[in-house]
């Protein structure tokens, strides 16, 4: 069979990400174009405004992929979109655009699902294993997910509120930390010890907490600037962080026992967190289970992991036409 080129477009959230994919497997090229210091302005993602910058920046990275890659328009197969879940707004840029694409060089049109994205961002690393676990964590979502095979996907546990991300945010803004929070908490855990009691989180089954953590934070740093007291900073990131990871790991060594899993996959923004990847090294060792997180580019949103999840679709010529919608639905899949 020829190779495969995908020409994939993500703009669910603050990235403007168009990427050429190779066999599902292989980045040929990838742009993204992040508006983060933009929104850090105002301490998260300003909807409104992350629609407007796509609109403004997509033609350009789109121009910048065509100048860069070594594919030309001819040798592209499809044309893959994230269009749910994220941002409305944001979401509606990149599939208009999609559309206009597949419309204008006469190619066929994917729709991809974000989560499915970070998941199958693995394929551009190692090749994923069924079945397997994925531990998804990211800004709006904390879930488990077990897959027997491509496109078969089992949420057995999710976070009940706040998503693991989310929660990262929120402490990195109450600790004075610039938007996106989760590398700054991490930075500061890093130089710290577990010396602040934040309670314990009790949830049945598979599914998560992280709003009583978020909220034992803020309470605990109000209450020591009532009191005139300092905060430790580096020792409460190191609190809060051990406690929101070790709530994963403990959820996802029990879906190991109960699942007999063998394959494991983290993926989402916060799969970049390093304690993350040493807690989930030690679980699968000590489990016996084959581990696969993507690359640290691949990890927080990109369009070559849309590239890399449009694949399967391609292959089982699952296209959409020009009816296709962008959906903010909380609706994992
Ligand atoms: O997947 P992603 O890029 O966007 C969403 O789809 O949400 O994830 C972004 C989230 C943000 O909440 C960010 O703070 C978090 O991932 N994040 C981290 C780290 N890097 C990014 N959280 C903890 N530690 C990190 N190193
Ligand atoms: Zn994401």
Known sequence: MNDIYILAIETSCDETSIAIVKNGSKCIYMNVLSQMDLHANFGGVVPEIASRK??????????????????????????AVTYSPGLMGSLLVGVEFAKTLAF?????????????????????????????????????????????????????GS?????????????????????????NVEK?????????????????????????LKSSVINLVHNEKQRKKTVNKNDLACS?????????????????TNYNIKNLIVAGGVSANR?????????????????????????TDNAAMIGAAAYPLFLKKKFVDFSLNASSSDELF
């Not at 609109?55 to 070594?70: F, R, W």
């Not at 976070?159 to 989760?182: Q, S």
């Open 54 to 79: 796509h609109t403004e920046n997509i033609t350009m990275v789109l121009e910048d992929v065509l100048n860069n890659s070594p594919i030309s328009i001819s040798d592209i197969s499809a044309i």
């Open 104 to 156: 204008l060089w006469d190619k066929p049109l994917i729709a991809v699902n974000h989560m499915a994205g970070h998941i199958y961002a693995n394929n551009l690393t190692s090749n994923l294993k069924f079945p397997l676990l994925a531990i998804v964590v990211s800004g709006g979502h904390t879930n488990l997910i077990i897959m027997k095979k491509d496109y078969d996907f089992n949420v057995i």
């Open 159 to 183: 976070t009940l509120d706040d998503a693991i991300g989310e929660a990262y945010d929120k402490v990195a803004r109450v600790l004075g930390l610039k938007y996106p929070g989760g590398p």
């Open 188 to 212: 500061l855990a890093k130089n710290g010890q577990v010396n602040y009691n934040l309670g314990t989180i009790k949830v049945d089954g598979y599914n998560l907490s992280y709003s009583g």
């Open 240 to 256: 809060f962080q051990t406690i929101a990871i070790n709530q994963i790991i403990q959820k996802a060594q029990k879906a190991i």
């Open 275 to 299: 304690y993350l990847r040493q807690e989930v090294e030690q679980l699968c060792k000590k489990n016996n289970v084959t581990l696969s997180i993507p690359d640290f580019k691949y990890c």
